[in-house]
């Protein structure tokens, strides 16, 4: 599955990056869920949810 997103800067406090239907989906996450985001060894980015 290959999707994209586009990081947003909207306020200078922090940033915004939606994440595609396609994989909220698969993941069964939900409005509200809160989500993790961790760098694993290799450097790679792991979303998992609370």
Known sequence: MSNKSIIQFPNKKQFII???????????WKQGDVLEFVID?????VIKKK
């Open 18 to 28: 939606t994440l595609p239907k396609g994989i909220v989906l698969a993941k069964n």
């Open 41 to 45: 060894n290799k450097g790679d980015i």
